[in-house]
């Protein structure tokens, strides 16, 4: 509770931070009730292609009828879906990485971190493009596996060090010296001291999986079925949308989306850092 | 200082074989198999013999299809180690090499002047930002650097292409070069190169400078509060030198461990601006591969962009210990008055690394 009051107070002193935070419970709001409240049809209706903005269809309509509004909030579910299952998969990976490799320390942890080293080198986009053209997959969960592939690293390394100092406080010695087994000591012992550095990665990986998942659909690596903001703006693109102004809606909306959703999840990250780190407070 | 050299060396070689070992695996192991994909389309074609598709495998992935596994592993990497990776698919007479080889100079043309006018906007932008903290104009750079930061490349190369080329024909949106101009050392063809390089590197910069702005903001707002800082004002050195030796120095630092990072989003990015652009880059080239699903072509393309990445790394820690001496001889800055030479005294003043180390 102490928490979400902290949170509340430093969101009302900080207003981008409480800007991002409302944006982000109502894109979270949208991607649940989002596709119970509205549908899309893949038809062509060639009377209802490309109008312009009406009561009915507040952002026009696309190339085949379908109103633009629509397809957004049904969009924003298999982003959000597909970003937040990424972020979870590279902290788990990362955290756990780090607070092993650290904690115990001598010629695993030598080996791991030059794999975790292996893996910050190589660059992450080229890789997921080149896995998920072999994989060629719809199932979010394969998606999500596929980008974040080389997120972990760069966690792994973070939480590494900061493990490696805890490994010499006191309360580490008491933990050892009552035995207790590895499980505890990571979980119960280590990850709670580390638990605010993660949060703000989780934020920052949510970010970087939209990025590359709406990058993927926008290149047509992933498979192009449903609808989400980067198919959207695939096909505003191979209709030709670039070139003309009567769709520009239609083009620039899910930017916009995807736009409004990053900057959000960056300045709330701000907070949290705030949050966490009372130093930050008083400048 | 060698120890440090020989171990970025090591990781950047073990890098380069992960990366190469991986691509083997994928193209032969991955579900929908990319060797037994090739022999299947070429048997539904007909007219060949088992002999012939066999030989047409070989020649494209360079390696023989009906061998045991580490034999044609062994035989990949025999095959990489001399610079041959298989031809294209789509057009059997171009080897890999040579498609990545005129590819990667475009890269590394439009990638290093992006990093290079990014670095030097973030830069002074970080730093004034940081010195003048209350002004109106830091409050509105830090909104407008921040927003930036987060705004995702492709989008800014989308709307460049929309506002500036298609729309207003102000500035050539694809293609590296007009095809009016003759290739070669002539002015007509120089501008034209820099002409159609500009948006894509002005895509790279918009997102980029702010991330650089934000590292340097932080850096040099920690700095001008440290202790050695007040001393070099007490001790009357002019605000020139303080700034310059004291804080700038210092303040560099996380920014070149950060170029390090960085390097990979840039060259990693190339895959969006270069295919928005129809730049004949490496990013251009693994796009254009993977929907036409020419394997051999997009594993070379990976793995030249991931060389690019890890030489140019090496370059940032080869360049390192001239931003930072400390790295050169770790035990001098305790040895404070035992400086061997001149050039040494110098650099002692000029970095302060006389203070203990935080």
């Known amino acids: 509770m102490k928490f979400l009051r902290d949170l509340w107070r430093i969101c009302r002193a900080d207003k981008p931070a409480l800007i991002g935070a409302i944006v982000i419970l109502i894109y979270l709001a949208v991607a649940i009730i989002g596709p119970f409240a ?19 269809y507040p952002l026009g309509t696309d190339f085949l009828g379908n109103s633009v509004l629509s397809e957004l909030i049904i969009g924003t579910r298999p982003i959000m879906e597909v970003g937040i299952l990424a972020a979870v998969m590279v902290v788990t990976v990362g955290v756990t990485v780090g607070l092993v490799s650290g904690y115990r320390g001598g010629v695993m942890d030598q080996v791991v971190m030059r794999i975790t080293d292996v893996f910050l080198t190589i660059p992450g986009l080229p890789l997921v493009i080149v896995i998920a053209s072999i994989v060629r997959t719809t199932s979010p969960f394969a998606l999500a596996a596929i980008l974040s592939v080389t997120g972990w690293a760069g966690l792994a390394r973070a939480v590494r060090s900061q493990a490696l100092s805890l490994r010499t406080s006191d309360f580490i010695d008491a933990a050892r010296v009552q035995g207790l087994p590895l499980r505890n000591m990571v979980a119960r012992q280590l990850l709670p001291n580390v638990g605010p550095y993660v949060a703000i990665h989780f934020l920052l990986a949510v970010t970087d999986a939209i990025y590359a998942e709406v990058g993927l659909y926008l290149l047509g690596v992933a498979p192009i079925s449903g609808t989400n903001w980067g198919i959207m703006l695939n096909l505003a693109l191979s209709q030709g949308a670039l070139y003309t102004t009567q769709s520009a809606l239609y083009l620039f909306s899910p930017m916009l989306a995807i736009v409004f959703l990053q900057v959000a999840l960056v300045y709330f990250s701000r907070a949290m850092d705030r949050l966490f780190n009372p130093r930050l407070r008083v400048q | 200082m060698a120890s440090f050299l020989a171990k970025r060396l090591a990781l950047a070689l073990v890098t380069i074989y992960a990366v190469v070992t991986l691509t083997f695996f994928m193209v032969r192991l991955m579900p929908g198999n990319a060797m037994s994909y090739l022999e299947a389309q070429l048997s539904q074609q007909g007219g060949l013999t088992t002999q012939q598709i066999a030989a047409k495998v070989q020649e494209a992935y360079g390696v023989q299809p009906t061998g045991p596994l580490w034999h044609q592993y062994l035989s990949y990497l025999g095959n990489a180690v001399h610079g041959n990776f298989g031809t294209s698919i789509l057009d059997p007479g171009k ?19 992006a990093l290079l006018i990014s670095f030097a906007i973030g830069v002074i932008i970080g730093t004034l930002i940081a010195a003048f903290p209350q002004s109106m104009l830091a409050k509105i750079a830090t909104g407008v650097v921040s927003f930036l930061a987060a705004v995702p490349n492709y989008i800014i190369a989308l709307v460049l292409i929309y506002l500036v080329a298609d729309q207003e024909h102000l500035l050539p949106a694809s293609g590296p070069y007009s095809l009016t101009t003759t290739p070669g050392w002539n002015v007509s063809f120089i501008s034209s190169v820099l002409q159609h390089a500009l948006l894509p590197v002005l895509s790279y910069v918009i997102v980029a400078f702010g991330s650089w702005a934000l590292t340097m903001k932080g850096s040099v707002s920690t700095i001008l509060g440290a202790d050695y800082v007040r001393a070099g004002e007490a001790r009357g050195l002019s605000r020139y030198r303080v700034t310059r030796s004291y804080i700038g120095r210092n303040a560099m630092l996380p920014m070149v461990t950060n170029l390090g990072l960085s390097l990979g989003y840039m060259f990693g990015g190339s895959v969006f601006i270069e295919t928005f652009f129809v730049y004949p880059g490496l990013g251009y080239y693994l796009v254009q591969s993977v929907n036409q699903r020419d394997y051999p072509v997009m594993m070379g393309c990976f793995l030249l962009i991931t060389i690019a990445v890890v030489v140019s790394n090496l370059i940032v820690d080869l360049a390192y210990p001239l931003v930072d001496p400390r790295i050169m001889s770790p035990g001098r800055a305790r040895q404070t008055g035992l400086t061997v030479s001149g050039r040494a005294a110098e650099a002692q003043t000029a970095d302060p690394a006389g203070r203990p180390a935080a």
Request: zero cysteines.
């Open chain 2, 95 to 113: 080897t890999v090499l040579s498609v990545v080889a005129g590819a990667l100079p475009w890269t590394l043309l439009v990638v290093g002047l």
């Open chain 1, 38 to 56: 509205t549908h899309v049809g893949y038809q062509k209706n060639p009377a209802l292609a490309y109008l312009p903005p009406s009561l009915k």
